[in-house]
């Protein structure tokens, strides 16, 4: 009797540790798989990118459909136009808002406007291209790049005001303690003390929200629009190199196929660097403060 | 306490102004995408969800097969992403090393960083000949007497936009969850190790059932974003407004048809109709992201109480 009990205990025991070793496997397979997408994914894009790369790429316009070779030169700029006008719109107030939020606002409001951008966060991109044509295409009678920064723009407000409102808030309080003790107006302090100590957090959070942005296609399909040419007005079309990459990945030539690699690699290697740049602040603030 | 000068309570004002113009700009996006939107709501009423005429000539709009599509496609690809994300997450958390699961972290932050229209360019050229090629003759030769997996093989189709959808929310899910798995007190999981069970035994039966709350909630905001996902999905779904049992059928998404007609709707009727989708994603966005919010924070709240 006593035997029995105890071989069946074995055989349950046994079991149980088979099941656990199965298991292992199983959650390493999940994880592996995982891995393994990505570098498929890197793979493609770098031999496919690298090969398809060259100067012209980036120093010619786009060709007309059946002549070979042109680049993508406007495209570059004009992403960088669109970025720089998204930063114009984003970080005023993303950063004054996380200024606020953290140093005047009460607990109410404050959590209220953390609340609401978080959920601005999760609103689907292309519902603030529609927005960005309401507000800026329709009244302009036309697409624009303006109109396409301010999609991007909007789209960086909410992650730049919770990442400032965070560090700044982790600028100590005798630092603000000591400003204030001089006599010097709370305003002065926040801008003179608190601000540029926060200063590399800040700047992270910015450039990744720079990043997150910069591969964004759909706000850009019906506001900045897209162009061949070089463009010269703000109030006109102007390309993307996501848009790019989208209009010749969709289109039926082999020769434009290999300059959508081109471009997918071009754009992104440059929201690696945008993001890796961000890391190398984060960096610097941590031995700031283990220094500390 | 700061002295109170004139000039602290105009800088105050002043800079009081950018939060509450987040909150008009929520609001006022509200506002706009109903004010537009308000032709179609008013023709069609309730028939614009059940109804599936698309036809922009005779100005009358019906959004089934996209809602049909939508659905169809953040189902599956939860379906798929679910189990793969969260048992990676708790690899991740429980049993790789530190350094393993940092690396492989970063890596998990590379994928999410990737840009949806690069997802889109390697599902047309790399998914979609291999989901032609070797996934859908398998799936139609053996499995297929069930209806998902019967017709015509393109390639593009639900099944191969499910799969990129799949992809792109994985990062999402195993990093939410890794969280929600490693803020489950250490203690409960010791206690049941020291009772005699095995590793998985404990992960499974009490860190997860500690921490389902907080992984449904990144289920959910992984929902989100899949309902929202536009570019990678509008290349490779085959924009088609067809409703069918078939994942090899191509199909259509709320967020594709805005994607591929927004920029050519002819017509004030055309062009609300349009907006209309782009409110029922916004309302749908919103809904799923605070139900998700809340219940990560149910988890993450009960565990920074449980440390203290």
């Known amino acids: 009797m006593r035997e029995m009990i105890q071989a069946s205990f074995q055989r349950t025991r046994r079991r149980r540790a088979l099941w656990d070793k199965v298991m292992v496997g199983v959650l390493l397979l999940c994880a592996v798989s995982v891995l393994f997408i990505l570098f498929n994914i890197l793979l493609h894009l770098f031999i496919k990118g690298i090969t398809a790369l060259n100067w012209n790429f980036f120093t010619h316009l786009p060709k007309p459909v059946g002549e070979k070779g042109g680049g993508m030169a406007n495209a570059i700029a004009g992403t960088f136009i669109l970025l720089g006008l998204a930063v114009c719109v984003g970080v005023p107030v993303g950063l004054g808002a996380g200024v606020y939020l953290s140093e005047y606002a009460s607990d109410k409001f404050a959590q209220v406007v953390r609340f609401v951008s978080d959920v601005m966060n999760g609103i689907p991109s292309i519902v603030y291209g529609i927005f960005a044509y309401i507000v800026c295409v329709l009244p302009m009678k036309g697409f624009s790049a303006f109109s396409g920064g301010f999609a991007l723009g909007i789209m960086m407000i909410p992650m730049i005001t919770r990442t400032s409102e965070q560090f700044v808030r982790m600028v100590p309080n005798q630092l603000k303690e000591a400003g204030l003790a001089l006599g010097v107006p709370k305003w002065r302090v926040t801008l003179d003390i608190v601000i540029p100590s926060a200063l590399a957090g800040i700047t992270t959070g910015i450039m990744v929200a720079l990043a997150r942005v910069s591969g964004e296609t759909a706000p850009l399909l019906f506001t900045a629009f897209g162009n061949h040419y070089w463009q010269h007005s703000l109030t006109q079309p102007i390309a993307a190199l996501p848009l790019q990459v989208f209009s010749y990945a969709i289109s039926p030539f082999d020769d434009w196929h290999r300059q959508a690699w081109a471009g997918a690699i071009v754009l992104i290697l440059m929201v690696l660097l945008i993001n890796s740049w961000a890391q190398f602040y984060v960096m610097r603030r941590n031995r700031w403060s283990a220094g500390k | ?308």
């Open chain 2, 1 to 308: 306490m700061a002295r109170q000068d004139s000039s602290d309570i105009i800088f105050r004002r002043v800079l009081a102004i950018f939060p509450i113009s987040i909150l008009v700009l929520v609001a006022g996006l509200f506002f706009q995408l109903i004010s537009s939107s308000l032709p179609s709501l008013t023709k069609f009423g309730a028939s614009f969800f059940v109804s599936s005429v698309w036809d922009p000539v005779a100005e009358n709009f019906g959004a089934l097969p996209f809602i049909f599509g939508t659905c169809l496609t953040s189902l599956v690809a939860l379906l798929l992403a679910v189990p793969i994300g969260v048992g990676a997450a708790i690899y991740l958390a429980e049993y790789a090393s530190p350094q393993v699961s940092k690396v492989i972290s970063i890596l998990v932050d590379l994928l999410a960083a990737i840009p949806s229209v690069i997802y889109g360019l390697w599902g047309i050229f790399v998914l979609v000949p291999f989901m032609r090629h070797s996934v859908q003759p398998f799936l139609g030769k053996y499995f297929g007497f069930l209806p998902f997996f019967q017709g015509p093989n393109y390639g593009v189709g639900f099944l191969a936009a499910s799969i990129i959808l799949a992809i792109i929310i994985v990062p999402f899910i195993i990093s939410v969850s890794r969280e929600v798995i490693l803020a489950v007190p250490s203690v409960y999981k010791e206690s049941a190790l020291a009772l005699g069970t095995t590793r998985w035994e404990a992960v499974f039966n009490i860190v997860l059932s500690y921490g389902k709350a907080g992984i449904l909630g990144a289920v959910i905001l992984a929902l989100g974003r899949a309902i929202g996902e536009t570019m990678a999905v509008t290349m490779i779904i085959g924009n088609n407004p067809t409703i069918s049992s078939s994942l090899f059928s191509p199909g259509y998404t709320l967020a594709s048809v805005l994607a591929n007609e927004f920029a050519e709707a002819a017509g004030n009727m055309y062009l609300s109709s349009l907006i209309e989708i782009g409110l029922v994603l916004f309302l749908v966005s919103i809904l799923v992201n605070i139900l998700a919010r809340f219940l990560i924070w149910s988890v993450t709240k009960g565990a920074s109480e449980a440390t203290k």
